[in-house]
């Protein structure tokens, strides 16, 4: 299980800020985060801060909230496939498309 899984199951209030995980201070989330920490080959960090909301702390841990790595990627392909039907419409031959093809 991922650090993202084990703190949703164990019942951790979480948050995020694109693929930055936050989670509400607590012990319990304490102890899963440290366990995390202490694995062969882990790279994990971690920092607190406080919320400008009411001011709980929480833990903010770069790149570890999985949802935002599972979503569809929007990629060149895409871009280029709505280029393209823009081309449709205008015929010019020396387009900034063709240049790059």
Not at 78 to 90: G, K
Request: proline share 4%; glycine share 4%; with cysteine.
């Amino acid at each position: 299980m991922t650090l993202y899984e084990k703190l949703v199951a164990a019942g951790c209030e979480i948050g995020n800020h694109e693929s930055d995980l936050y989670v509400k201070c607590s012990q319990k989330a304490e102890m899963i985060i440290l366990y995390h920490c202490l694995l062969p080959n882990s790279s994990l960090t971690y920092s607190q801060f406080r919320s400008n909301i009411d001011g709980s702390l929480w833990y903010d841990i770069p790149f570890a909230y999985d949802p935002f790595f599972n979503r569809p990627a929007i990629g060149l392909g895409v871009a280029f496939s709505i280029f393209d039907e823009t081309l449709d419409d205008n015929d010019e031959s020396d387009s900034e498309y063709d240049l790059l093809h």
